[in-house]
């Protein structure tokens, strides 16, 4: 089999049978895009050759439908992300919205992850009570960073708390994440799809053109990544709110700031629309979620 691809559709040939055909590619510029030539036959003989044509979406349901789902590569989160999109469609089929559904589906991933949240919860509880003994710690070894996180690592050790407990819901949100985005990039269904001000969801929202192209951020303001960044921000700071401040790890200071929320605006900044939802829809839910929790 041999396939031409782009982001939506594209185009296989492949062969029925063991026999052996020449597929030849030309440039565009050419007035032949593909040549296919069979093997020749004596004046003889007789016999045929059978070549599928696909010319369609690039969605590995439509492909799979067709016979040419060795046309789409998934591995194993390729797989995890199908199954993601087989029951965002089924939301999408009672919401009537894409946008809608991706707000519910965002909803029912956080309800299954969270006894982990309920744990990293307990967790961080915990260690706001152990607060004060950690001050006095800090006092106590201001001079001596070494056995300062020796003493402090051995409180979390008796009462058997961790301090990266705070980054496990969002540990467990990214694999879904990446199989989400893999499986989205090419899931024709959200193409066209409009939510609010949002007209494709396939596509960054641009709500208004910049006067300027701006370096890392194009030419459109895109208005959905920077609620994100903000949502994200707000999150992290609620949840280091019940954290000790580690003030020997300049990593974790920063980590606490603006500074993470911002990165992740920009590298969020150009993609799909439906993707940044789903994340800003998390980092609310999280939220709410803390609070009832709390």
């Not at 051995?154 to 705070?166: D, F, I, N, T």
């Not at 609620?238 to 500074?259: E, F, I, W």
Request: hydrophobic share 50%; aromatic share 10%.
């Amino acid at each position: 089999m041999i396939s031409l691809a782009e982001r939506y559709f594209c185009q296989s040939i492949k062969v029925d049978g063991s026999s052996e055909v020449e597929v030849m590619l030309y440039p565009i510029t050419k007035d032949k895009a593909i040549s296919v030539t069979t093997r020749a036959l004596q004046a003889t003989n007789d016999g045929s050759e059978s070549v599928q044509v696909y010319f369609g979406p690039r969605d590995y349901f439509h492909l799979k439908r067709a016979g040419f789902a060795e046309a789409f590569k998934i591995g194993a989160l390729g797989q995890v992300g199908l199954i993601l999109l087989s029951l965002l469609k089924w939301i999408a089929s009672i919401t009537k919205n894409y946008g809608v559904a991706i707000i519910v589906f965002c909803a029912i991933v956080t309800a299954m992850t969270a006894p982990f949240t309920i744990i990293s919860f307990r967790s961080m509880k915990k260690m706001q009570e152990l607060k004060p003994r950690i001050d006095k710690l800090m006092a106590q070894h201001k001079n001596d960073s070494t056995r300062l996180n020796k003493e402090i690592f051995a409180l979390y050790r008796e009462h058997k708390v961790s301090p990266l407990s705070g980054c496990l819901p969002m540990l467990l949100q990214m694999p879904i994440f990446i199989a989400l985005l893999q499986a989205i990039s090419h899931f024709i269904e959200l193409r066209g799809q409009t939510f609010l001000w949002i007209k494709d969801l396939s596509l960054p929202d641009r709500l208004m053109p910049l006067p300027i192209s701006v370096p890392f951020i194009g030419a459109d303001l895109n208005l959905l990544p920077i609620l994100m960044a903000g949502a994200m921000f707000a999150q992290s700071k609620m949840t280091q709110a019940s954290q000790p401040a580690d003030v020997n790890n300049p990593a974790a200071k920063l980590m606490s700031g603006p500074l993470m929320s911002v990165l992740f605006g920009v590298m969020f900044y150009q993609f799909p629309s439906g993707l940044v939802l789903y994340w800003f829809s998390n980092s609310l839910i999280s939220m709410g979620f803390y609070r009832l929790a709390k």
